[in-house]
C-alpha cells in the first residue's frame, strides 16, 4: 500500500498544508487544534484552483490525540487570493475543513465514534457527524441523528439521542442518582 504523507508545514505537489500554529488559534484552544495534521492515504488529487485536496483508500488523519480513518477525505484550505481567508480564522495554506466519507472511525482517547460523514471545522473546533452515528466511551453508548464533537469543550451533543449509560455502582448504592 503506498502512502501520502501532510504533516506540519510541508509543500506536498504544491499543496501547501499546514496546521495553524497555537496563537492563530485563539487563547484557550486545545492541543488537538495546534497540533500538526498527518494525512495519509493510497491515492492523493490536489485541485490547486478550488484550494481544495482529495484523499483515497484507505485514509488515516491523525492530529494530536483524536485520529479519523475514513474512505474517502477532501480537505479544503486557505488559499492566497481570498486573502487567506482570515475572517474565518485560517491562513493561506492552513486547513479550513476537512470532509470524511464513507465508513468514518473516529478515535480520541477512550471515546470512539463512527458515522458515514463527519465534517471537521478545524477554526470552530468542531466535528460533525451524519450517517448512522454513534459514540462508545467505556461502558457508555449513544447513537442519534447527528453527533457533534466540540474539540475545545470535551463535550459531545446528540440530536434524536438514544441512549445506554451506566453508573458507577457505588453511585447507585449511595442513592447518588436520586440528588
Not at 487570493?81 to 466519507?101: H, L, R
Request: hydrophobic share 35%; charged share 25%; glycine share 10%.
Amino acid at each position: 500500500m503506498k502512502s501520502v504523507l501532510v504533516v506540519g508545514s510541508c509543500l506536498l505537489l504544491g499543496f501547501p498544508v499546514q496546521a495553524a500554529p497555537a496563537q492563530a488559534q485563539g487563547a484557550g484552544k486545545n492541543q488537538v487544534q495546534s497540533a500538526p495534521v498527518d494525512i495519509r492515504s493510497d491515492r492523493l488529487t490536489v485541485h490547486q484552483k478550488e484550494q481544495r485536496a482529495v484523499f483515497w483508500g484507505n485514509v488515516k488523519t491523525v492530529q494530536g490525540d483524536l485520529e479519523i480513518r475514513c474512505d474517502k477525505l477532501t480537505v479544503t484550505y486557505a488559499g492566497e487570493k481570498d486573502g487567506g481567508s482570515k475572517a474565518a480564522g485560517a491562513k493561506a495554506g492552513e486547513v479550513k475543513q476537512m470532509v470524511f466519507t464513507g465508513s468514518v472511525s473516529i478515535t480520541q482517547n477512550n471515546r470512539r465514534g463512527h458515522c458515514e460523514k463527519a465534517v471537521y471545522d478545524r477554526v470552530a473546533g468542531r466535528i460533525v457527524c451524519t450517517g448512522n452515528p454513534w459514540v462508545v466511551e467505556g461502558d457508555n453508548r449513544i447513537r442519534g441523528e447527528r453527533i457533534v464533537y466540540l474539540l475545545e469543550e470535551d463535550e459531545v451533543r446528540v440530536t434524536r439521542p438514544q441512549a445506554v449509560i451506566r453508573f458507577p455502582e457505588e453511585d447507585v448504592k449511595k442513592g447518588g442518582l436520586n440528588k
